[in-house]
């Protein structure tokens, strides 16, 4: 299975602040017939199912903010939120979609500071 | 609007069993991937089973495998988890999911999700 890990567990930022969280893929999930990364980012917030933020690792999901974006390739991934507001805490999951099973990080806590 | 709706969670003994179901509105379900993903109390996403569009394929994690099925009614819009010889490591809030497809292919990314049934295994 590929393992993924994500960095750090938990982050404080300050509303209006830069929030950025890392993921990392034991193995490459580039595909290599479309050259996408098979890497998706999910927003978890308490009491509510997860939601997608981001397909093939820089892609939007329809009405999603565009204050997220994510970069990387290959093995390296990361989720970045610009000015970060209030609503924004939750708790984030990057995930492989490359191989089967499909598996994710173990989430990262997003806090206001 | 796509929509799921999961039912069937519920208290259960160790080793009995459980079903759930989920009711999807809003899409062509026939067209789409499923799946089920969980998260047991105060821990992360684990995907648990998938199945493709017309039921031809099924795959499931190695923690549930030989003891729960997927299936799905695509005459009824509905997919299902079939749960046997349940263990207290079972116990989650179980979500249905869509699986994410472009106009050519279907990927194991979840796009549309449930609001989950509690499933707690406990004597």
């Known amino acids: 299975d590929i393992v993924m890990s994500q960095s750090p567990d938990s982050l404080a930022v300050s509303l209006g602040e830069r929030a950025t969280i890392n993921c990392k893929s034991s193995?490459?999930?580039?595909?290599?017939?479309?050259?996408?990364?098979?890497l998706a980012w999910y927003q978890k917030k308490p009491g509510q199912p997860p939601k997608l933020l981001i397909y093939?690792?820089?892609t939007r999901e329809s009405g999603v903010p565009d204050r997220f974006s994510g970069s990387g390739s290959g093995t390296d991934f990361t989720l970045t939120i610009t000015s970060l507001q209030a609503e924004d805490v939750a708790v984030y999951y990057c995930q492989q979609y490359y191989d089967t099973p499909p598996t994710f990080g173990q989430g990262t806590k997003l806090e206001i500071k | 609007q796509a929509q799921l709706v999961e039912s069937g969670g519920g208290v259960v003994q160790p080793g009995r069993s459980l079903r759930l179901s989920c009711a999807a509105s809003?899409?062509?379900?026939?067209?789409?991937?499923m799946h089920w993903v969980r998260q047991a109390p105060g821990k992360g996403l684990e995907w648990v089973a998938g199945?493709?569009?017309?039921?031809?394929?099924?795959y499931d994690a190695d923690s549930v495998k030989g003891r729960f099925t997927i299936s799905r009614d695509n005459s009824k819009n509905t997919l299902y988890l079939q749960m046997n010889s349940l263990r207290a490591e079972d116990t989650a809030v179980y979500y249905c999911?869509?699986?994410?497809?472009?106009?050519?292919?279907?990927?194991?990314?979840?796009?549309?999700w449930g609001q989950g049934t509690m499933v707690t295994v406990s004597s």
């Open positions: 193995q490459s999930v580039l595909y290599n017939s479309n050259k996408k990364n098979q």
């Open positions: 093939w690792a820089s």
């Open positions: 199945i493709w569009y017309d039921g031809s394929n099924k």
């Open positions: 999911a869509r699986g994410y497809c472009t106009s050519t292919s279907c990927y194991d990314a979840f796009d549309v």
């Open positions: 809003g899409f062509t379900f026939s067209s789409f991937g």
